[in-house]
């Protein structure tokens, strides 16, 4: 798509992880998986995604798509963060079609999903995933105005999640 062979792509992408620019989010399930599957990158801060997006003339702030995509960076680099200075965890997203944005592994058998959400987006996503993970509880980060738990969906204001 850019003119340029995948193989350089991957080349930059490495070089973007090891300057911590960016960091990339794998897929979760097995080694098929892991090959199988793109891996998702975002950006170490938004605030790059942001000026970048500015810079070159694609960042709408009234756009709920675009408020969405820096949202879920956020939630990525906050975990990402965490999981690098805190509390090591793994990061994934789920492959499947319709799948929540993340995936944290704490353990061997011990997940969370969760789904970043902006605007009315139903519950579908979260409790298929607690379902299909046999989780405890599942996490939905929107532009809800309290931390609630509803059952085993627990809800968190993005504005909230941002001072973590």
Not at 30 to 49: D, E, H, M, Q, V
């Given at each position: 798509?850019?003119?340029?062979?995948?193989?350089?792509?991957?080349?930059?992408?490495?070089?973007?992880?090891?300057?911590?620019?960016?960091?990339?989010?794998?897929?979760?399930?097995?080694?098929?998986?892991?090959?199988?599957?793109?891996?998702?990158?975002?950006?170490?801060?938004?605030?790059?995604?942001?000026?970048?997006?500015?810079?070159?003339?694609?960042?709408?702030?009234?756009?709920?798509?675009?408020?969405?995509?820096?949202?879920?960076?956020?939630?990525?680099?906050?975990?990402?963060?965490?999981?690098?200075?805190?509390?090591?965890?793994?990061?994934?997203?789920?492959?499947?079609?319709?799948g929540?944005?993340?995936?944290?592994?704490?353990?061997?058998?011990?997940?969370?999903?969760?789904?970043?959400s902006?605007?009315?987006?139903?519950?579908?996503?979260?409790?298929?995933?607690?379902?299909?993970?046999?989780?405890?509880?599942?996490?939905?980060?929107?532009?809800?105005?309290?931390?609630?738990r509803?059952?085993?969906?627990?809800?968190?204001?993005i504005?909230?999640?941002?001072?973590?």
């Amino acid at each position: 798509r850019f003119g340029a062979s995948s193989k350089l792509i991957r080349e930059i992408l490495d070089v973007l992880e090891k300057t911590h620019l960016v960091f990339s989010v794998k897929p979760y399930g097995g080694a098929g998986k892991l090959t199988r599957k793109p891996w998702k990158y975002y950006f170490l801060s938004p605030s790059i995604n942001t000026a970048i997006r500015y810079k070159l003339g694609m960042l709408d702030v009234l756009d709920r798509n675009m408020f969405g995509v820096l949202a879920e960076n956020l939630a990525a680099s906050t975990f990402f963060k965490i999981e690098e200075t805190i509390y090591k965890y793994g990061i994934f997203y789920d492959p499947e079609k319709e799948g929540v944005d993340f995936l944290i592994q704490k353990g061997i058998d011990e997940i969370i999903p969760i789904e970043v959400s902006i605007g009315k987006k139903g519950k579908s996503q979260i409790k298929k995933a607690i379902s299909k993970y046999k989780a405890k509880y599942g996490i939905i980060i929107s532009n809800v105005n309290d931390v609630k738990r509803e059952n085993n969906i627990i809800y968190v204001p993005i504005t909230f999640f941002s001072f973590v």
